[in-house]
């Protein structure tokens, strides 16, 4: 079952603009994860923020966790045509066995 | 209903041998993943199925490893000439397809935490 909902579900930008997914959870978490899935492929790692962060960087992804509403939002920044996949949020509780994926927000940047 | 299911749920081997790992999905889904997950990192795709087909293996970490799938249903992770470093939690997932337009929604198995002494 789900635990994480991105939304929005659907997003389409122009290319050079900013692109900001949200994904809430319900129970505390150890740590969230953001992972990218394109045509044919599986999941790809983006980046994983733990509990007792705030905020990080990796690139033009920048991710933010605020534990307190339960929620995080992942920022690509200056996007590009290649940057078009879907977004997929996963939540870790704290015995890290228990990995929960969100539904994910897909995400067209236009050229 | 029955999820993915994944055996054995823990294996630990000797270096230098070889392990198959399986992995039943849910019934009717033709997508099938294998990802590996080493301690406190996320994710690491290994191969993608549609149907019995594996469109690109080149996320597999070596040549060491291989995958196959039969009947659109069972699949095996094979690794041979295991090292320390293949120690690791093998996951598999499935989900209906893999549409960029359609449910993305995949369902993890248990997976098998393989230890290589």
């Known amino acids: 079952s789900q635990q994480g909902e991105e939304d929005p579900q659907a997003l389409s930008i122009q290319e050079g603009e900013n692109a900001t997914m949200n994904c809430s959870y319900k129970t505390s978490i150890n740590n969230l994860q953001w992972y990218r899935q394109n045509s044919g492929r599986g999941l790809v790692h983006l980046i994983l923020i733990r509990s007792n962060e705030r905020e990080k960087h990796s690139g033009r992804l920048r991710v933010t966790l605020d534990t307190s509403k339960k929620s995080s939002s992942l920022l690509i920044t200056a996007s590009r045509a290649a940057d078009t996949a879907s977004y997929f949020c996963?939540?870790?509780?704290?015995?890290?066995?228990?990995?929960?994926f969100g539904a994910g927000t897909r995400l067209t940047v236009k050229p | 209903g029955a999820g993915v299911s994944q055996s054995p749920s823990n294996k630990v081997t000797e270096k230098g041998k070889d392990v198959e790992l399986r992995c039943d999905p849910i019934?009717?889904?033709?997508?099938l993943y294998w990802y590996r997950q080493r301690l406190g990192q996320g994710l690491e795709f290994l191969i993608y199925?549609?149907?019995?087909?594996?469109?690109?293996k080149s996320g597999l970490p070596s040549d060491r490893f291989s995958a196959e799938r039969t009947g659109e249903s069972v699949s095996t992770l094979t690794i041979q000439r295991t090292q320390q470093e293949d120690s690791a939690v093998y996951l598999c997932?499935?989900?209906?397809?893999?549409?960029?337009?359609?449910?993305?929604?995949?369902?993890f198995g248990p997976g098998t935490r393989l230890t290589v002494t």
């Open positions: 019934s009717g889904h033709t997508a």
């Open positions: 199925f549609q149907g019995n087909s594996a469109p690109d």
């Open positions: 996963a939540t870790v509780t704290d015995n890290n066995n228990d990995m929960r």
């Open positions: 997932a499935s989900s209906l397809a893999w549409d960029f337009y359609s449910s993305h929604e995949q369902y």
